[in-house]
Nanobody, 123 residues
Framework: QVQLVESGGGLVQAGGSLRLSCAAS????????MAWFRQTPGKEREFVAR????????YYADSVKGRFTISRDNAKNTVYLQMNSLKPEDTAVYYC????????????????WGKGTQVTVSS
């Protein structure tokens, strides 16, 4: 079993920046793809960004493209989400996910999930 623990969430003003981290442990392999999703109460969990096991390719939702950057440090078994130019609509619980097979933007493609970290962006 893989354990994922998110950190770095908090309160930030619009236009500010925040860096989320996701530390993997247990039976985690660097070959796993990693992704970030986010969810607001009453809405479906939505895809934010993903990165391949090697880190060679990244993909982003249109809503965050140009503002967010996903990266990973396989030596530390950690994936990051650098969030710049934050907007109030970015407010959500952010979840880290790992996938052992082929993945795109769908929740069912990911095998392991963290418990989430709250990000709140004030106007």
């Amino acid at each position: 079993q893989v354990q994922l623990v998110e950190s770095g969430g908090g309160l930030v003003q619009a236009g500010g920046s925040l860096r989320l981290s996701c530390a993997a442990s247990g039976r985690f392999l660097s070959a796993y793809a990693m992704a970030w999703f986010r969810q607001t109460p009453g809405k479906e969990r939505e895809f934010v960004a993903r990165i391949t096991g090697s880190g060679a390719r990244t993909y982003y939702a249109d809503s965050v493209k140009g503002r967010f950057t996903i990266s990973r440090d396989n030596a530390k078994n950690t994936v990051y989400l650098q969030m710049n130019s934050l907007k109030p609509e970015d407010t959500a619980v952010y979840y880290c996910a790992a996938g052992s097979g082929t993945v795109t933007i769908y929740r069912y493609q990911y095998d392991n999930w963290g418990k989430g970290t709250q990000v709140t962006v004030s106007s």
